[in-house]
């Protein structure tokens, strides 16, 4: 199911990974790369990167953001999945491939309150549309909260493709996502415009812009003829003996790694050597070590009065994330429940 079911939350520690789809892994592998260059940036003050760069003092301000690193203004960034992603953009191909397109009733579903629950899991009442959706779909497998990677990606419009730890170092101004390319056959026009468009569901938010760099940066979904090479559409033939893989393969130029289970393959469950680069452990410890080496006072002290992530993010250095946050999640993404209780103390590297 590539996501934590909500009663092994509270014991992942930040050392396994609460959602390892394909579009996440993507996601935390370039937040991941980012670190790595801010790392090198920080232990050289005379080293270059061409995707990363030390932003000038004069850029610095309160409505603008104080971080000292930015992705460089010429750089876009754009994300390619083989699949329409899970949750409301892919709502109308999952009809289609049903035997019986038609939409699950909601008696079905609920005989007894008749009501839709908080949060639907992905496969759920398909006449609800434009709506919150949770991972996995499949009815008999554990409960999460992790949410669609289509809700996740509809935010990130609006937080940028930083997590939180590397908006501490990263500004969001330039890291927003440009372009979503997907193959013809699973770009459904209308089904991308209402999850992720101006005009969708997005429309309460789109004229916003908040404090500290952020605003609603709608990327473009275009199409592509390409397909997947291993996809059942590109070999019908032999569709039946294709099969969803449990390994998430992670790949950047700092990192190749392959995970199960949202930790490094062939690791035990809570083995300390099983920790993935990408894991929540792992880059909140790289971002604590270029804060240390850069020395930077507003920021040492702000992180100084708690060693436990969790304090970290109620701290004033997220207010501006956690106000688009709060903004978003009420006005546009409503139903978007927090998937809390994974705590740990945060150790340098």
Known sequence: MKCLPMNQVAEANGSILHDW?????AIRAFNQFLLQECLELATSPTSISPIVRRREVHELSESEGLQPFSIHDDLRLHMYSSEAPCGDASME???EAQVDATP??????????KKLPALLRGRESFAELGIVRRKPARADSPQTLSKSCSDKLALKQCT???SACTSLLVNPGNAYLDTLILPRSQRVEHACERCFGPKGRM???ATHQWNGGYAFRPFTVRATEHEFAFSRRSKP???RELRTSNIAAVCNPHVQEALILGRLQGRQKFDPKGLSAICSKRMWGMT?????????????HSISESSHV????KSELFADRQRVKADVTAEALSGWIRNDGDDFEVEPG
């Open 21 to 25: 789809h394909a579009e996440i892994v």
């Open 93 to 95: 191909l999952l009809m």
């Open 104 to 113: 699950w009733p909601i008696e079905q579903l609920h005989p007894a309150t």
């Open 160 to 162: 940028s493709l930083l």
């Open 203 to 205: 429309k309460p938010v």
């Open 237 to 239: 033939e032999s569709s």
């Open 288 to 300: 604590l070590q270029v804060l240390v080496m850069l020395g930077t006072p507003r920021l040492l």
């Open 310 to 313: 969790q304090e970290w993010k």
